[in-house]
């Protein structure tokens, strides 16, 4: 009873987790769509008004940043992190119980190091809440780190509950035993 308790919970979890994940990406397709549009007037701007959109290069740093770390967390619920997988692939055709045991310590590994990246960050946010510390040219166009900080911390610690939660999920778990397919048709 205490097993199924906790994996309701854990799949609980699990579904807002993937809610907030996916709500972050398309705030991040917004901002790539803002950025377009900000990068076209500037083309536009420069080209018919002899006149460029001052803080262009700014606004674009800081949207890059925005983009990754908004989308990031989705790019971990949907597995599709930069990683190689062909050894794990090649070992779970012959021995998939240590293929998923692989990719559990990869998950908990992946936990742990977004869960220092969080915490590294958690004093730089409230450093640059406190001293409204800003990038840019004075006069011309500035902008404060914090939101930039505050958007890397609250990626961190999401990626960090999502590989907690996959490490933790026994739907997880049955999926990676599972024989691939082209093993089943033997």
Request: charged content about 15%; overall charge positive; glycine content about 6%.
């Amino acid at each position: 009873m205490l097993a199924s308790n906790i994996a309701k919970w854990v799949q609980g979890l699990s579904r807002i987790g993937d809610g907030i994940a996916i709500g972050a990406n398309v705030i991040g397709t917004v901002v790539v769509l803002c950025l377009v549009l900000i990068v076209n007037f500037d083309v536009v701007a420069r080209g018919v008004f002899n006149s460029p959109f001052l803080g262009a290069v700014e606004v674009v740093q800081f949207s890059m940043v925005l983009i990754v770390f908004l989308q990031l967390p989705d790019v971990v619920r949907v597995n599709r992190l930069t990683r190689s997988d062909g050894f794990l692939v090649v070992i779970g055709m012959h021995r998939p119980k240590l293929a998923a045991t692989m990719r559990h310590v990869i998950d908990t590994i992946s936990a742990i190091f977004m869960s220092l990246i969080a915490i590294a960050l958690w004093p730089e946010f409230l450093e640059m809440w406190e001293t409204k510390d800003y990038f840019g040219v004075p006069g011309v166009f500035t902008a404060p780190w914090w939101p930039i900080k505050l958007v890397i911390f609250l990626s961190a610690t999401l990626c960090t509950i999502i590989f907690a939660l996959k490490v933790l999920s026994p739907a997880t778990k049955a999926k990676l035993i599972k024989i691939p397919e082209h093993e089943e048709n033997k």
